[in-house]
């Protein structure tokens, strides 16, 4: 069964680092999303991506967020100067044609220290 | 505030027993409504979605409920078991196919 492949799945990181998440969506799907969720609280949107473009973006998804898709399959977000508070999960989704379904991959683990 | 939240953070089950987990929703726009299971360290799996012009959907040993009266999402799950141990989100899509806003979740615990 396909399915949503993230690396890595931890990262520590020293504050101001930058740091790139990689993804790669379910090679059929359209729609690319990042969430995050800090230990214990609920799953939160930073972002979505359609057509090679920002769709939509959440108010954690400041200036020092961006987000690529390089090349055909991967899909990354890059955190230009981390912060200690950016310390969480964080999960990369995707969605087919229709947009609505959206199926998340096993995150990756963020540490900022 | 938040646009879904839950009643119950916690729910313990013996196995064979049947669970419900609720959700609330305030978004009267929302029209798509998910499910997902999140075991420890994992990312949250898919479980089953309705839309809004339904009242029931029916998976395998689960069950959505919604009332949109009341603006209530619920999850059944049938003869629970061991594995069904995790924390439940339900999220919901305001209309748009660009992300879902999820609730806070319910940590279900199968007891033997």
């Known amino acids: 069964e396909p399915e949503v492949t993230q690396t890595p799945s931890h990262q520590v990181t020293q504050m101001g680092q930058e740091v790139i998440l990689r993804c790669v969506p379910i090679?059929?799907?359209?729609?690319f999303y990042w969430y995050r969720q800090i230990l214990g609280q609920k799953v939160e949107f930073l972002v979505s991506?359609?057509?090679?473009?920002?769709?939509?973006k959440s108010e954690i998804f400041d200036d020092q967020f961006s987000v690529e898709r390089p090349d055909g399959s991967n899909f990354t977000l890059k955190i230009r100067s981390t912060k200690l508070e950016d310390s969480a999960m964080y999960f990369c989704?995707?969605?087919?044609?229709?947009?609505?379904?959206?199926?998340f991959g096993p995150g990756t683990r963020l540490l900022v220290l | 505030g938040e646009s879904v939240g839950l009643h119950l953070p916690t729910l313990s089950v013996q196995e064979g027993d049947n669970s419900i987990i609720n959700c609330a929703y305030s978004?009267?726009?929302?029209?798509?409504f998910i499910w997902y299971k999140q075991e420890s360290g994992k990312g949250p799996q898919f479980i089953i979605d309705i839309r809004s012009n339904m009242d029931k959907r029916q998976g395998q040993r689960v069950t959505v409920l919604l009332n949109k009266t009341v603006k209530h999402l619920s999850l059944q799950i049938a003869a629970t078991q061991p594995g069904d141990s995790a924390v439940y989100f339900c999220a919901e899509n305001e209309g748009s196919n660009y992300k879902l806003t999820f609730g806070k979740g319910t940590l279900l615990t199968v007891n033997p």
């Open positions: 989704a995707s969605s087919d044609q229709f947009g609505e379904t959206q199926y």
């Open positions: 978004n009267s726009a929302s029209d798509y």
């Open positions: 090679s059929n799907h359209l729609y």
């Open positions: 991506f359609y057509n090679n473009e920002i769709s939509e």
